[in-house]
């Protein structure tokens, strides 16, 4: 008999993914991030259910039929789904990453794009039959009553496909990117079936509770039900937004992930982190006064959100217009290429490494590298980053939160000063301290890298210990828990 759970996450990449080794050995190797601390916080029966992502999760899924073995999961009870690869494929770099992800970070910005034709049509069928994969999966993993989170823009439909399968659930929906404002969103095609905009807010009005990590992202979504839907919105008597569209309702929830404080500073002061934060401080080296050079620390996932070309711009425009930086910064970016399926994400990932190489032949000097950049993801590396800047760059054009934001003051050794773009979630909970920027505007930015060099280390040291105090608020744990018992409630 299968057992059913009382507790269902669902979300595309799961808590562990597998390679294949040369004699089909399988390999796990087991994530991080909110999704995994919070549900560790769950006492007594949960299941999270996830898609297959490669050859070696494909492999481990057919090789347990799906029910993952808790040796490889940290006892974690989870059900891998093996989608047909062509159906993945369109699902998750076709519509999610290349339609939904674009739509959301409002990333169209050329006369060109987007131009949605025959693709787009399989695409979305793709779409739905991989949602429909997960409602299916759901439906026979929970127990009568039990609460589902379901978690971002791939699965924007199955909460309501969920709900028709099983109407006992209760049903959650959290976005962890942004929402698009509604004159944006509404340029996804009208067909199939009175249109894609439409069918994406009623797969995510499928749930009793929608929830998102800021207020501007909340009021995005509930204006496109309005505005698109016709839908109504009203707000309960605890204070919570609430929409009702044919009938049912739908509660707008905030949870603003907050850095994960006690893992961090236990995690980033382990030997590992002090060898890398050695070895950085020698690729940073001192200045002709023999004072340590200042770092500008970057740290990102290669995405096209996230606006590193333009802060290497920002960077070489302080070094052209404030030759007094010259030998006495580096800009240390570390940009970990993501999503390499994607000719635009290959290209994006090439044109970092080209402006950075440009900047370095241009300015740098016998002694002195101006920009350095890595590209291979290291954690312990980016821990000894995070310890050592002087000022952290964050400048999305448009991001849901941003952890580094909130991870960096949290980790700082003596302080350290954020630049940080108005377009991230993270700066509803952080503006105060942190110096703000428009991510578009480059000599802004380069303004403002030059006023977080030039902090005094007072001001530092205590902006940052209110940063690291407000990045803390919500940790992974209370944050999951809370949407639980709100679910439930
Ligand atoms: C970012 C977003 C998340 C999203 C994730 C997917 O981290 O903030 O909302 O779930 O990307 O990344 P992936 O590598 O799985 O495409």
Not at 176 to 186: I, L, V
Not at 412 to 417: F, I, K, L, T
Request: net charge negative.
């Amino acid at each position: 008999m299968v057992t059913r759970h009382q507790v269902l996450v669902a979300s595309n990449r799961g808590p562990v993914s597998y390679s294949v080794g040369e004699d089909g050995s399988l390999t796990a190797k087991r994530g991080g991030g909110g999704l995994v601390s919070g549900l560790s916080a769950v006492k007594g029966d949960a299941v999270w259910v996830c898609a297959a992502l490669g050859d070696g999760d494909r492999e481990a899924a057919r090789r347990t039929g799906g029910a993952l073995d808790p040796a490889d999961t940290g006892g974690q009870a989870v059900r891998m789904l093996d989608i047909p690869p062509s159906v993945f494929a369109d699902a998750y770099n076709g519509i999610a990453n290349s339609v939904l992800w674009f739509v959301h970070h409002m990333l169209y910005q050329t006369p060109l794009e987007p131009a949605f034709d025959t693709a787009f049509e399989r695409q979305w069928r793709s779409y739905e039959t991989y949602n429909a994969a997960f409602a299916d999966a759901l439906a026979e993993e929970a127990a009568e009553g039990a609460a589902v989170l379901v978690q971002d823009y791939h699965l924007t439909l199955a909460p309501g496909m969920l709900r028709e399968r099983r109407p006992d659930l209760r049903i959650g929906h959290f976005s962890h990117t942004p929402w698009a404002p509604a004159d944006y969103f509404r340029m996804l095609p009208d067909d199939p079936d009175g249109g894609v905009a439409a069918q994406v807010l009623r797969g995510v009005l499928g749930a009793d509770r929608a929830a998102f990590l800021t207020q501007r992202w909340a009021n995005a979504f509930t204006e496109c039900c309005v505005r698109l839907l016709g839908a109504e919105v009203t707000v309960s008597d605890d204070g919570e937004m609430v929409v009702t569209h044919e009938g049912r309702e739908t509660r707008i929830g905030v949870h603003g992930l907050g850095a994960d404080g006690d893992f961090l500073r236990e995690r980033s002061r382990r030997p590992d982190v002090d060898e890398r934060m050695a070895s950085l401080r020698e690729q940073i080296g001192r200045a002709p006064d023999g004072t340590p050079r200042k770092a500008v620390v970057r740290v990102d996932r290669t995405e096209l959100s996230k606006n590193i070309v333009r802060g290497l711009h920002a960077y070489r425009r302080l070094l052209d217009e404030r030759p007094e930086w010259r030998g006495r910064v580096v800009h240390v970016a570390f940009a970990y290429p993501s999503r390499q399926d994607l000719a635009v994400y290959r290209d994006y990932t090439a044109e970092v490494s080209r402006v950075a190489d440009g900047i370095n032949a241009e300015y740098g000097t016998a002694d002195w590298t101006p920009v350095v950049l890595h590209v291979k993801d290291d954690f312990a590396r980016s821990l000894a980053a995070y310890r050592l800047a002087d000022v952290a760059l964050v400048n999305p054009i448009r991001d849901g939160m941003n952890l580094v934001a909130k991870e960096v003051p949290v980790v700082s050794d003596d302080g350290c000063a954020l630049v940080l773009s108005r377009e991230a979630g993270a700066f509803a909970e952080l503006a105060e301290d942190a110096i703000t920027v428009n991510p578009y505007d480059i000599g802004a930015t380069a303004d403002a890298l030059h006023r977080a060099l030039t902090m005094d280390a007072g001001e530092r040291a205590e902006r940052t210990e209110r940063l690291a105090s407000a990045a803390t608020a919500l940790p992974p744990t209370t944050w999951f828990t809370d949407q639980l018992d709100a679910l439930r409630g």
